[in-house]
Nanobody, 118 residues
Framework: QVQLVESGGGLVQAGSSLTLSCEASERAFSRSAIGWFRQAPGKEREGVACFSSSDGSTYYADSVISRDNAKNTVYLQLNSLKPEDTAVYYC????????????????WGPGTQVTVSS
């Protein structure tokens, strides 16, 4: 069982940067693909970025993803934030390969709210 916890969200002004963290609970973290998704009110969940040992970094939106296996943590850096980036940001895990499809992920964190003011 993999448990994921996101942190780092908050209220920021447009143009700011923010780094989100996703910490996993188990050592198998290094064999998983960790994806970041976001969901704005009234919209579907969409992929932002993903990292896996086989795929490296994969981006679906403007961001920077990095990973610290020693800390079982994946980071998502968001730059030049806009009000339309306001959403709940989730990290998710699945075996081996990255995917932009949320339904292909087996484990999800509770999410962290990012609100960007104009």
């Amino acid at each position: 069982q993999v448990q994921l916890v996101e942190s780092g969200g908050g209220l920021v002004q447009a143009g700011s940067s923010l780094t989100l963290s996703c910490e996993a609970s188990e050592r198998a973290f290094s064999r998983s693909a960790i994806g970041w998704f976001r969901q704005a009110p009234g919209k579907e969940r969409e992929g932002v970025a993903c990292f896996s040992s086989s795929d490296g970094s994969t981006y679906y939106a403007d961001s920077v993803i990095s990973r610290d296996n020693a800390k079982n943590t994946v980071y998502l850096q968001l730059n030049s934030l806009k009000p339309e980036d306001t959403a709940v940001y989730y990290c998710a895990a699945r075996r081996v390969r990255c995917s932009a499809t949320p339904e292909r992920y087996d484990y999800w964190g509770p999410g962290t709210q990012v609100t960007v003011s104009s």
